[in-house]
């Protein structure tokens, strides 16, 4: 497994001679290179992690590839045919394995209502949990692709989260609106808490790749 760690929240996986996308959002550049792809993942409704403009380049590209997402992004995008996905559903799609955990965004304050979000764990390898804590209960998470920034999250939950996870490897993601001194500092606290469990943190810039 290739894991490409694109802008903000998107990745990039390949394996299976076929690609997965998660996340395509607005912080995101257009993507290239869309003819392998088998599925697109989208964690929630919040447009950081998805925009009509990248699904329309990529149905372009695969007119009949698959889209999961909880039923809120469905119903923001009635032109296109989304299926929806929560908590405890497995999907196939080009050889790749989702499986689908949480249920809720995390909370940003209490004057913002809390929306739909789900995690995805792929080929039972990379967990991403979108915008969330949420541990996939019972999963030993070979690779756990971390939040790094966001306006809900605080820096002693996410190294908790990584603390309860304790993946064997882990990299930063969902660092877009954070200041070079900003990611560097973020990093150091779940690099401490992935060597807690005996994981190795890896520093993935936006284009790096990690083999799993």
């Known amino acids: 497994m290739r894991i490409t760690k694109l802008e903000h929240?998107?990745?990039?996986?390949?394996?299976?001679?076929?690609a997965l996308l998660v996340d395509p959002g607005s912080f995101t550049s257009p993507i290239d290179g869309l003819d392998t792809v088998a599925a697109i993942v989208v964690t929630h409704e919040h447009q950081d992690h998805w925009t009509p403009q990248h699904l329309d380049r990529?149905?372009?590209?695969?007119?009949?590839?698959?889209?999961?997402?909880?039923?809120?992004?469905?119903?923001?995008?009635?032109?296109?045919d989304l299926t929806t996905v929560a908590p405890g559903d497995t999907m196939t799609a080009g050889?790749?394995?989702?499986?689908?955990?949480?249920g809720l965004?995390?909370?940003?304050?209490?004057?913002?209502?809390?929306?739909?979000n789900v995690g995805v764990l792929?080929?039972?390898?990379?967990?991403?949990?979108?915008?969330?804590?949420?541990?996939?209960?019972?999963?030993?998470?070979?690779?756990?692709?971390?939040?790094?920034?966001?306006?809900?999250l605080k820096i002693s939950e996410a190294m908790d989260f990584v603390l309860a996870?304790?993946?064997?490897?882990?990299?930063?993601t969902h660092d877009?609106?954070?200041?070079?001194i900003g990611k560097s500092l973020h990093r150091d606290r779940l690099k401490w808490a992935t060597e807690q469990g005996g994981g190795e943190f890896f520093?993935?810039?936006s284009g790096d790749r990690l083999e799993v």
């Open 122 to 152: 792929v080929d039972d390898e990379l967990y991403y949990p979108g915008d969330s804590y949420a541990v996939p209960e019972g999963v030993d998470v070979g690779t756990l692709a971390a939040p790094l920034g966001a306006p809900w």
């Open 58 to 80: 990529l149905r372009d590209a695969a007119p009949s590839v698959p889209v999961y997402a909880p039923a809120a992004v469905a119903a923001l995008a009635p032109g296109y």
């Open 9 to 18: 929240a998107a990745l990039r996986i390949d394996d299976h001679d076929a």
């Open 203 to 205: 520093i993935l810039e």
């Open 95 to 102: 050889g790749f394995t989702l499986r689908f955990f949480g």
């Open 165 to 172: 996870v304790r993946p064997r490897r882990a990299f930063g």
């Open 176 to 180: 877009g609106t954070l200041s070079e």
């Open 105 to 116: 965004h995390a909370v940003i304050h209490s004057s913002i209502p809390v929306i739909e």
